[in-house]
C-alpha cells in the first residue's frame, strides 16, 4: 500500500476471535490518523458468537466511529468473508430481498445492512477494503488479533488512546510480513488435507488435486487446498459456508 495515501487517510486494522467458534469471542480494532498523529484502539467481546460475526463487529465499530471523518478511510482486514460480502455479494443480497441464491435468509443481514448504511452515510467512494494474511507478523494485524483473542478470553484489555508518539507499536503503518510463515500460510510444497471446490453454492471436497481441477477448469470456481483441518475450516468461513460437525 502507497506509503503517501496511508499518511493522507484515516487507517484502520480489524479482526475478530470466537473460542469454538460457536463461543465466547472478541473483536479488535485500530485507528490510525497519521495528520493528527492519533491511534484508538476499539474492542468488545459477546459471550455466544462465531468469528465471522465478530469481524464484521469490528469493521461496524470502525465505520461507526469513523463516520464524521471526512479523510479517505482505508480498512485493513484477514476475512476474505467480509471483503467479499460487502463488496460484492451485497448487491445481489439486496436485489434478492436479502436472501441467497438458495433463499436462505443472509447470516449475518444486521451487521452487513448496518456496515452498508454507514458507508452509504459517509460516502462510498471514500472506503476502501484491503485483505491482508492473518499471523505473519504484519503489526495492525497483530495487535488487532491480540485484542480480539484477549476480549474473547475474558481479560481485562487495556485500551490505548493518544499520540502516535507513544504507542507501543512504532512501526503500526508497515506492511512488511514474515516471508517464511507466508510461505507456512501459502502451502507451496505442504501434502494437502483436502482440496475444496465451490461452484454455484455446492461445496465438494476431493483427495486429490486432479479431481479438484476436473471439476472447476473452465468455471466459475472458487477452488483451494486445505492443510488441515483447523486450515480446511477457514476456508470455508471465508466463503461464507456454514462450520461442519
Known amino acids: 500500500m502507497n506509503k503517501e495515501i496511508l499518511e493522507k487517510s484515516l487507517v484502520a486494522f480489524t479482526d475478530g476471535s470466537s473460542l469454538g467458534n460457536p463461543g465466547p469471542g472478541g473483536w479488535g480494532a485500530v485507528l490510525v490518523s497519521p495528520r493528527m498523529e492519533e491511534i484508538i484502539e476499539l474492542g468488545g467481546m459477546k459471550p455466544q458468537t462465531t468469528n465471522n460475526e465478530?469481524?464484521?463487529?469490528?469493521?461496524?465499530?470502525?465505520?461507526?466511529?469513523?463516520?464524521?471523518?471526512?479523510?479517505?478511510?482505508?480498512?485493513?482486514?484477514?476475512?476474505?468473508?467480509a471483503i467479499n460480502g460487502i463488496t460484492k455479494w451485497i448487491n445481489g443480497w439486496k436485489q434478492n430481498g436479502w436472501k441467497t441464491k438458495n433463499g436462505d435468509p443472509v447470516k449475518n443481514m444486521f451487521y452487513f445492512k448496518t456496515m452498508d448504511e454507514l458507508i452509504r452515510e459517509r460516502g462510498t467512494n471514500t472506503v476502501h477494503f484491503h485483505h491482508v494474511s492473518a499471523h505473519v507478523g504484519i503489526p495492525g494485524n497483530e495487535r488487532v488479533d491480540d485484542i480480539a483473542r484477549w476480549f474473547a478470553e475474558g481479560q481485562d484489555v487495556s485500551l490505548y488512546r493518544g499520540n502516535m508518539a507513544d504507542y507501543d507499536i512504532k512501526n503500526i503503518l508497515s506492511f512488511e510480513y514474515n516471508a517464511e510463515e507466508k510461505q507456512k500460510r501459502s502451502g507451496k510444497g505442504k501434502s494437502a488435507y483436502s482440496y475444496l471446490s465451490l461452484i454455484d453454492g455446492e461445496l465438494q471436497k476431493h483427495t486429490t488435486w486432479t479431481e479438484c481441477e476436473a471439476r472447476v477448469s473452465g468455471k466459475k470456481a472458487k477452488f483451494k487446498k486445505a492443510l488441515n483441518a483447523e486450515h480446511e475450516q477457514e476456508i470455508l468461513e471465508d466463503w461464507g459456508l456454514k462450520k461442519e460437525d
Open 54 to 81: 465478530m469481524e464484521l463487529s469490528a469493521i461496524v465499530a470502525v465505520l461507526s466511529h469513523a463516520v464524521n471523518n471526512t479523510e479517505p478511510l482505508h480498512i485493513f482486514t484477514d476475512s476474505q468473508y
